[in-house]
C-alpha cells in the first residue's frame, strides 16, 4: 500500500518567481476626512477612521492608473514589454462592465498582441490572486514575464462609513525570473470561504456591508489564518520578519492583526498608508509592497497579506535581493506621490466622482 505524502496547503512554484520590478500610483487629489465629517455629521471628528483619502481627477480611471502603475514598474524591470505573456489586472471598479481593462494596458505599453490579458476581480484582494496566477504561469516555465497590478477608484455612498475610506490609487509588479528579481517570492497560501461581508448587486451604484461583521469572521478570521498558516508551513516566526503588510481598510484593523499574530508596530509602518490615502481596494495591500520596497534593504523578509471580501486572504513570503538597491530609484517611489497632494473640498469631490446626477 503506497503511503501519500503528506499534504501541503502552501503554493510553490516548481520554477522560483520573484518580482522584477514594481511601480505604485495615487492620484494627487486628497479629500480630507473631516470635510466628509463636515457635510455629513456636523464637524464630529472623533473616531475618524483616517486624515484624508486619495481621490481619483475627471480624467482618470482604473485604466489610466494601471497605466501609470505598470509604466514604473517597467522602468524598475528594465524588460522588453513585448516579452511579457500575461498582463493581469485585478480591480473592483473597472470602467467597462463588458470590455476589458487589461487588453487595453497590454497594447498601450506594447505587450500586445502575443499576450494573454485578463480582468480580476475578488474585491480588495484581485490584485494579489493575479500575483498567485503569474507566480503559477512563470513559475510553469510557460512565460518568461508576467504583470500582475491591483488597482481601484472605490466609491462608498454618500454618507456612509466607506464614504470616509473608499479611496483611488494601487500597485503593479512585473514577475519574472528569481535571477533577475529585486524580491523572490518563496511561497504563497490562500484561505478562502462564503463569508458575505461586503457586496454590490449588477446595477447597484454603491457597496453594501455588514457593519461589524466585515471585521470578525470577515476580515480577522482570513487574515489571521493565511499570516498563521504560511508561517507555520515556512517554519518561520514573526522575529524573522523585517517587515509585515497587511491589507488595510482603516488603521485599526491591520494594527490589530499585526498584533494578533505577533508582529510589532514597527514592522507594519512603512506599508501602512491607509491613514494619508484611505482604502485603495485591490491595491491597498500590495501599494504597502511597494512602499516597503522603497526602504527594504537586500536579505530583509516581508510577510504579506491581503484581504478580500466575499472572502479570502492571500499570503506571500518574500525575501529582498541585492538587485532592488540597483533599480528602486528608477522610478518614481509611493512616498513620492503621496507627498504630491492637492487638498479638495466635499463638492469637488462630488463632481469629481460623479455623485451629482443632473439628469
Known sequence: MTI??????????????????????????????REVARVWVGGRTSGLPIKEKAVPGLDEDVVTMSLEAVRNALKRAGVNPAEIRAVWIGSESHPYAVKPTSTIVAEAIGAAPHVQAADMEFACKAGTEAMVMAMGLIGSGMARYAVAAGLDTAQGKPGDALEYTAAAGGAAFILGPAEESLACINASYSFVSDTPDFWRREYQRYPEHGNRFTGEPAYFKHSTTAGKTLMEE???????????????????????????????????????????????????????????????????????????????????????????????????????????????DYATYSRYRGKIAMK
Do not use: C
Not at 494594527?255 to 481596494?281: C, D, H, M, W
Not at 485591490?282 to 466575499?310: C, E, K, N, Y
Open 4 to 33: 501519500p505524502q503528506p499534504f501541503s496547503t502552501i503554493l510553490k512554484p516548481a520554477k522560483p518567481v520573484g518580482i522584477i520590478g514594481y511601480g505604485a500610483y495615487v492620484p494627487r487629489y486628497r479629500l480630507p476626512a
Open 234 to 344: 515556512m517554519g518561520t516566526k514573526p522575529t524573522d520578519y523585517a517587515w509585515a503588510i497587511f491589507h488595510q481598510p482603516n488603521t485599526k484593523f491591520p494594527q490589530r492583526t499585526a498584533s494578533l499574530l505577533g508582529f510589532t508596530p514597527e514592522q507594519i509602518k512603512p506599508g501602512l498608508l491607509s491613514p494619508v490615502i484611505g482604502n485603495t481596494y485591490a491595491g491597498a495591500a500590495i501599494i504597502g509592497l511597494t512602499a516597503t520596497l522603497d526602504i527594504a534593504q537586500s536579505g530583509d523578509r516581508i510577510l504579506m497579506v491581503s484581504f478580500g471580501s466575499g472572502a479570502g486572504s492571500d499570503a506571500f513570503d518574500i525575501t529582498v535581493t541585492d538587485k532592488l538597491l540597483e533599480r528602486r530609484d528608477k522610478a518614481l517611489k509611493t512616498q513620492d506621490y503621496i507627498a504630491r497632494r492637492t487638498e479638495i
